[in-house]
């Protein structure tokens, strides 16, 4: 028979852990809250996404304590990870380059995409889009292009011809709401693979809207329109997949058929009517 662990004889914690007690306390009560929060009326796939977001924050809090503040010693940062008050194997990719504000270990596991590879949250922060901020923000990145068409889709009108493209001496404002910014972010978002999951679900269920702005959105394979790609062969590779192939539903995540025909297939309200 094991023995009894009694309060009393419980290891303290390292010294310094007074004066970040009441921080975590609050980061505990936030996630309680957010784990005992009603789910009625919330879309499958967002039930976490509190919770999600309280666990970085926590991290990062820890984190930063340790990393750049310098304001806690090894030996509390160890007794933190162990006592699970931060995410240790989130913190081990926040210490490899380029991982630096990975918002969660989901967008790296390979496994959770059709295509085997990472979220948008692993473009480098240079190349993203003015107020894309995605950090502390899980799952939410899916949802950032289908809200931006839904309160944009009047400039997208698959009868227009190209859309002009910005002066040549001026460089192209992205997250803006031209009709050229908004089709460029759209098309960019083409070199995301876990994306790419609900484009090809909804080619899918057929959209006919959606199959014809497919067709429409072939100009970006012109040269001038080109070179405004961040990564042109992918995109346009993407792009061409879309529109050539017909997509079968056991090559597609049932997570995210389940999502759309869950939530009404709301993502397809963005595209053209028509």
């Known amino acids: 028979m094991p023995a009894i662990r009694h309060a009393s004889k419980r290891k303290a914690p390292p010294v310094g852990f007074s004066d970040i007690e009441d921080d975590l306390l609050i980061f505990s009560n936030k996630m309680k809250d957010a784990e005992n929060a009603s789910t009625v009326n919330v879309p499958r796939h967002q039930v976490h996404w509190p919770i ?42 926040w210490k490899k380059t380029g991982y630096e504000k990975l918002c969660c270990l989901r967008c790296v596991q390979t496994k959770e995409t059709n295509f085997n590879s ?26 950032y292009h289908l809200e931006k068409g839904e309160r944009r889709k009047e400039t ?87 529109q050539r192939e017909r997509f079968r539903r056991d090559i597609i995540d049932p997570s995210v058929v389940g999502r759309l025909v869950e939530e009404g297939r709301r993502a397809a309200v963005g595209w053209p009517s028509g």
Not at 189 to 206: G, I, V
Not at 225 to 232: E, N, Q, R, V
Request: one cysteine or more; aromatic letters at 14%.
């Open 156 to 242: 997208m009108d698959t009868n227009k011809t190209p859309p002009p493209l910005p002066p040549s001496n001026a460089e192209p404002k992205f997250g803006g709401f031209t009709r050229f910014e908004i089709e460029l972010e759209f098309v960019q978002s083409l070199a995301s693979p876990y994306y790419l999951n609900h484009l090809a679900t909804l080619k899918y269920l057929e959209n006919p809207a959606f199959v014809k702005y497919l067709e429409y959105l072939q100009y970006w394979s012109l040269p001038p329109y080109t070179k405004y790609l961040t990564y042109p062969g992918p995109t346009l590779k993407n792009l061409e997949l879309l």
């Open 118 to 143: 990472t979220c948008i949250c692993r473009v480098p922060k240079a190349q993203m889009k003015e107020n894309q901020n995605v950090e502390s923000q899980p799952e939410r990145k899916l949802e």
């Open 52 to 93: 999600f977001q309280i666990s970085h924050q926590r991290s990062r809090y820890v984190y930063e304590l340790y990393y750049e503040k310098e304001a806690i010693s090894k030996e509390l940062y160890d007794y933190l990870l162990k006592n699970g008050y931060a995410d240790a194997m989130l913190i081990a990719k």
